[in-house]
């Protein structure tokens, strides 16, 4: 797994170094030069067996480059800030970050539809026993992005973080959540 986050990691920077040579290339973003920056807000969606679904509370910044109209790559890093609790158990992200290439489908001048893939991660922290768990993997999503002004976007996103296996019982977390980004 060592092995595979480092060939990503390698390859995002590779992206990232590139960018300004493909924005030569390839149509401009509609926002300037490509970089953004924002924030998202809701729930994880933690699903382990044997319990019901547990959705704590978060909160995520983001930083982006448009290489392209059709390609990006992103960084994210948050936090929980509520946690939930089912039949006693209960759940909450201590940390969540990720990093991710954005594939981008611009159906209109103001609305497109993007997927993402990276490496994504979690640490949880459980009453059940009292402990955290930390698991990073292969992350995957999709979402819609609506331009709002010249700047700004609003987005809506479906993403699975990460799976993973808690004191012998497997899981997952997904995360769903409302955000804005700022162009510039």
Not at 59 to 71: S, T
Not at 82 to 96: F, K, P, W
């Amino acid at each position: 797994m060592n092995k595979l986050l480092v060939a990503i990691i390698a390859g995002l920077a590779t992206l990232a170094g590139t960018s300004a040579q493909a924005q030569e290339h390839y149509a401009p973003s509609p926002y300037g030069n490509g970089m953004y920056f924002g924030g998202s807000i809701g729930q994880l969606i933690y699903s382990e067996d044997g319990l019901d679904t547990m959705r704590p509370a978060i909160i995520e910044a983001r930083l982006g480059q448009d290489i392209n109209r059709y390609l990006a790559i992103e960084g994210r890093f948050g936090t929980g800030f509520a946690h939930d609790v089912s039949h006693g158990a209960e759940t909450s992200a201590q940390l969540i970050y990720g990093g991710y290439v954005k594939g981008i489908l611009p159906l209109t001048p103001v609305f497109s539809a993007y997927g993402l893939a990276g490496i994504g991660g979690a640490e949880l922290h459980h009453n059940y026993p009292e402990f955290s768990t930390t698991d990073t993997g292969f992350s995957f999503g999709i979402g819609g992005e609506f331009r709002v002004g010249h700047q700004t976007s609003l987005t809506l996103e479906w993403l699975r973080l990460t799976t993973g296996n808690n004191a012998g019982f497997d899981y997952s977390a997904d995360q769903f959540t409302f955000g804005v980004n700022w162009h510039f």
